[in-house]
């Protein structure tokens, strides 16, 4: 259990802010047919010549069910670097405050905190890709705002141990944000049902991975209801299009073919981790909780260039600190992992 007051947490401005409330908002309806005359739309009607509602209700209420938290605890946004971003311009003041991150870990923390002229407090994960709590406690100032926990983690591929998240959700003063983009692909229990024993804790999920919807761009925070009536004060009111709240809407109605691809994909994933290390310039590969499979090799950037000549695209890991030497493999279908083991063989 730890206590952080969050109002002591939101940046000065944000505090006197109140939610940019759009015409539609305003009206209460009785039940009847309405006539839209408020928001200087075209009348004529080709399914999305509205506006679309800027609290996503129908698909808010779905997913919040699915997820056994209630639609207050849910904030979308035009995928989760949305969604990140908006926690940075809710907590973060510029120039004064700081993150902190583990890398290797998801690019994006670095690149909004440049955006938004936060410093990035970088603590390495351990050699077994865990958080250094210690030092990373030790790291935290009264300035650090949020800590970023990427887990499953990308790169690596791990989940962080629950004993090392539960220290630092209780000891580190400022937000945690566990980023589960991969959670649907791992063993590990999701964090959501903590939401309500730590009031500092931000869980981020998106509809880009395990439901095949990386186009639509939707990404979702869940929070208490303190937490996510702060991010809806300073969110664009019509961030998720019409297209997307549909698309996304029947994507979540439709959980079983999600599960059986989701399924599928955890399969392959074995059969490829299997194959890559009967190659001979496979070194190690790490036991992933993730739709990717992350290798050490002999020579990463030389086995790069070698598959992108044979019009295989991979992610080059190698410059990231203790990932020398590593390239990172997104599943894929049976016929392209197959393809790929074949190519791998071929330059052996
Ligand atoms: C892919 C990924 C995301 C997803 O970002 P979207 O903007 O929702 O597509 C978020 N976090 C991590 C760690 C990722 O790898």
Known sequence: ???????????????GLSPYSSARD??????????????????????????????????????????????????????????LDLIFRAFCEPKDDNIITLPPTYGMYKVLSGINNIKNKEVLLTSEFEPDVEQILSTADANSKLLFLCSPNNPTANSFSRNKITELLNNFNGIVVIDEAYIDFSKEKSWLSKLSIYSNLIVTQTLSKAYGMAGIRLGVCYASEEIIAILNKIKPPYNVNELTQKRALDRVLNLDKVKSEVADILEYRDLLSKALLQLNFVVKVYDTDANFVLAKLDNATERYNQLLKKGIVVRNRTTQPLCENTLRFTVGTKEENQRLIQVLKEIQ
């Open 26 to 83: 305003e009206y209460v309806s009785d039940g009847s047919e309405m006539v839209f005359l408020d928001a200087n739309e075209n009348p004529f009607e080709n399914g999305v010549n509205r506006y679309p509602d800027p609290q996503q209700r129908n698909l808010k209420d779905v997913l919040a069910q699915q997820k056994g938290v209630k639609p207050k605890n849910v904030l979308f946004g035009n995928g989760s670097d949305e969604v």
């Open 1 to 15: 259990m730890n206590k952080v007051d969050i109002q002591s947490l939101v940046r000065e401005n944000v505090k």
